[in-house]
């Protein structure tokens, strides 16, 4: 079957510039974390990356490690991109990473140029890609000098392997410093990618003031907290879930607790007067910021995007809308 993307695909996403840059991004990115390793389907992966296209969804967002197991998710992309999408090419944006534990050694994790640069090429090879559009450092290294990480990044730039960098999960002196180092290298930070949603707010605290003052865009990561914020678990935990097959290992204490429960049943309340569903207002939620340029989610099945897209039909929240969920939030 040859994939030919729907020709309405542009016709009602509105792109959000990514900060100061000349880069435009999708409100709602695609994010490659679970649901397209090699434990998955890749025809079910195949299939949610045509939806996503079809919807206008430009940006795909991987990582070294994600699968499980650790690359596969950039095989099964790579092979869906060499069937499907290498004609579109210059019509995507596909982001990778480092920065957690990739391969044994001293080499394979954290901020190295040694690492950086080799995990890099490895990810370029997995993807069948000559360059990611994007390269992330994963996660802020304490013992490698940051002049050094993000001097990796700019090489990485200037050797053709990425056309632009960004950082994840930095706090916000971290994410200022390196803003500052890139600034002089020449490379500028285009992209932060930190976690935000309705359970998990910190970029609320001093981050985001960075980011605006610096024009460095944000692409906030797990917006339904990987699924809690739906009312997927509002009766019972689905065998196909990601909290049933991930038991326990579900990462940023994204526990299916009763007290978070009860929380969702009552925000489900004020999304279904919205006319929406839970997970389209907790994605409309962190789109509600302008510093917010794309809310980057996951899906296992094709109606998690097309519920995600139908989202932005409705992003505004009034005063009112906004002080009860406040008063949720906080209780
Ligand atoms: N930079 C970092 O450190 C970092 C860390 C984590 C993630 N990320 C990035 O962020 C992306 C998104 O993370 P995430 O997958 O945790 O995002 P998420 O959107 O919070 O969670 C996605 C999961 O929620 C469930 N879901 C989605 N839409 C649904 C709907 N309409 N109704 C019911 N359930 C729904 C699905 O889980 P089921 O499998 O249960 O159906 C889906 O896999 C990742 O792929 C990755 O690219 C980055």
Not at 83 to 107: C, E, N, T, V
């Amino acid at each position: 079957m040859t994939y030919l993307p729907a020709e309405t695909r542009y016709d009602n996403m509105q792109y959000r510039r990514c900060g100061r840059s000349g880069l435009k991004l999708p409100p709602v990115s695609l994010g490659l974390w679970y649901n397209f390793g090699g434990v998955d389907v890749l025809e079910n992966g195949r299939a949610i990356l045509h939806r996503a296209f079809d919807l206008g969804i430009t940006h795909f967002d991987l990582a070294n490690n994600y699968g499980p197991p650790y690359g596969s998710a950039e095989e099964n992309f790579g092979r869906i991109f060499a069937k499907d999408f290498k004609p579109y090419r210059d019509q995507l944006i596909i982001s990778s990473k480092a920065g957690y534990d990739m391969w044994p050694g001293p080499y394979g994790e954290w901020g190295s140029r040694k690492y950086l640069v080799a995990s890099c090429d490895q990810s370029l090879k997995r993807m069948g890609l000559d360059y990611v559009d994007i390269f992330y450092h994963h996660r802020p290294d304490p013992d490698t000098p940051l002049e050094e990480t993000m001097g990796a990044l700019d090489f990485i730039v200037r050797s053709g392997r990425a056309l632009y960098v960004g950082i994840s999960t930095y706090n916000p002196e971290q994410t200022r410093q390196a803003a500052q180092i890139l600034r002089q290298l020449g490379t500028p930070c285009l992209i932060h990618q930190p976690r935000y949603n309705m359970f998990d707010r910190w970029i609320e605290d001093g981050l985001l003031d960075v980011l605006t003052e610096e024009g460095i865009g944000c692409i906030g990561f797990s917006p339904l907290a990987q699924g809690i914020l739906t009312n997927k678990y509002l009766q019972e935990v689905p065998e196909d879930s990601r909290a049933a097959r991930y038991e326990n290992q579900l990462h940023w204490g994204d526990k299916v607790t009763q007290d978070r429960l009860a929380k969702v049943r009552r925000l489900n309340e004020i999304a279904q007067a919205r006319g929406q569903t839970m997970a389209q207002m907790a994605i409309a939620w962190t789109l509600r910021l302008p510093a917010v340029t794309s809310s980057l989610i996951g899906a296992s099945k094709i109606r998690h995007v097309e519920e995600a897209v139908a989202a932005l039909d409705n992003l505004t929240f009034s005063e009112e809308e906004t002080a009860v969920i406040e008063n949720i939030l906080a209780e």
